[in-house]
């Protein structure tokens, strides 16, 4: 087996790592903190002007027609450097309108590969304690759509949006041109700086086609929960990085303290961890960009994204002491991040509890086994 990237794959590496490394150094983190900006809109543009924000969308829609796996590479590289741009979420919705949806959504797809138009999206409410608030019940003109979306990423500037609703008992996906009327916006920033909104919707009626296939969300929750743990690794990579050179600096008792064999075990923790987390990572974008099913691998990935994450955010930011609570020392940031991507992913107990369910269904491990049953998916 030969697991090197491509010469292509390392080179969207390569210059994601520079764009974003450029851009987001220390100084500029500062000044961005207190802009108040919804997001880095010249990175946005250099994104935009390089193509990163269409590697997932199709070649016919103006996109680069590319798999998880580059899409990954450029996710970690944004993680390291924490970059406030929609990379995942504006071409997984135009990559799932793409692949779903009806004719009538290729404007969207269109514009969102030439950077016209920005695109959303939000499952969240496959994993949220309170379920999906949004409605879909059918009318004569299609679908009547009352209820609400919580803290939509970049609600107020997204032209439109890929939301979960529930329709006839089920959830589907359902895209929203975020300008209609109908639609009242409520805008906050999270924690760890991104801008969301969320969206109050009454009396909003849309057409048969607006709702896409039921197999659309299996499709896109697959794909975000590899978005989302692609930027985690990226955090949690730097972070580790970022402390080992602290730890490798800083001194108490005339020693430096990456010399006290408590803090050299609770850095190895945070590195296997890491790698733990980029094992199952790489095999679940394996199985996506191969056409395999991958349900239990998107769980267990979802779930070693959410424990990594809370443990080497707080192992870091521990041995770094008071400094690590200093707001002008960077640290912190990365604590917020990984956090914020914990909760975006569901948590880890809500992943395990559905890898448990999962497991109770399947007496054998897909990713070892494939089985005739996935097969036949």
């Not at 109050?200 to 929960?225: C, K, N, Y």
């Not at 191969?290 to 955010?313: F, K, N, Q, V, Y």
Request: with cysteine; hydrophobic share 50%.
């Amino acid at each position: 087996m030969d697991f090197e990237l491509s010469e292509d794959q390392r080179a969207i590496a390569q210059m994601a790592d520079s764009l974003f490394v450029d851009h987001c150094h220390d100084d500029y983190m500062r000044q961005w903190d207190i802009s108040g900006e919804p997001m880095m809109a010249p990175l946005w543009k250099l994104c935009i002007e390089t193509g990163l924000q269409a590697l997932a969308i199709p070649e016919e829609h103006g996109g680069s027609g590319l798999g998880m796996t580059e899409l990954m590479l450029v996710l970690q590289a944004q993680g390291k450097a924490l970059a406030q741009v929609p990379l995942w979420r504006h071409q997984l919705a135009a990559a799932t309108l793409a692949r779903f949806a009806a004719l009538g959504s290729a404007q969207w797809i269109a514009k969102a590969a030439s950077g016209e138009a920005l695109l959303s999206l939000s499952i969240d409410g496959l994993n949220s304690a309170l379920g999906i608030e949004l409605q879909a019940t059918a009318c004569a003109d299609g679908w009547s759509i009352n209820g609400r979306v919580a803290a939509l990423s970049l609600g107020d500037q997204a032209h439109a949006a890929l939301v979960v609703v529930q329709a006839k008992g089920e959830p589907r996906l359902l895209l929203l041109d975020l300008s209609a009327p109908q639609i009242q916006k409520l805008s906050a920033v999270l924690t760890h700086g991104e801008a969301v909104a969320d969206l109050h919707i009454q009396g909003l009626t849309v057409e048969a086609g607006a709702l896409l296939p039921a197999e659309a969300v299996d499709w896109l929750e697959l794909r975000s929960v590899a978005a989302l743990a692609a930027l985690q690794l990226g955090v949690s990579q730097e972070q580790v990085r970022r402390t080992v050179a602290y730890i490798s600096e800083r001194r108490q008792f005339e020693r430096v303290i990456g010399s006290f064999q408590a803090v050299q075990m609770s850095m190895a923790d945070t590195h296997i961890a890491v790698e733990a987390l980029r094992t199952v990572l790489w095999q679940l974008a394996y199985r996506i960009d191969a056409g395999l099913p991958a349900p239990s691998e998107a769980l267990a990935t979802a779930w070693m994204a959410c424990e990594a994450g809370h443990r080497i955010g707080h192992v870091t930011q521990h041995v770094h002491g008071g400094i690590g609570v200093d707001l002008t020392y960077p640290i912190h940031r990365f604590l917020y991040w990984s956090r914020g991507l914990c909760l975006a992913l569901g948590g880890s107990a809500a992943s395990l509890e559905r890898l448990g369910d999962w497991l109770n269904d399947n007496d054998k491990l897909g990713w070892k086994y494939d089985l005739e049953e996935h097969q036949a998916l």
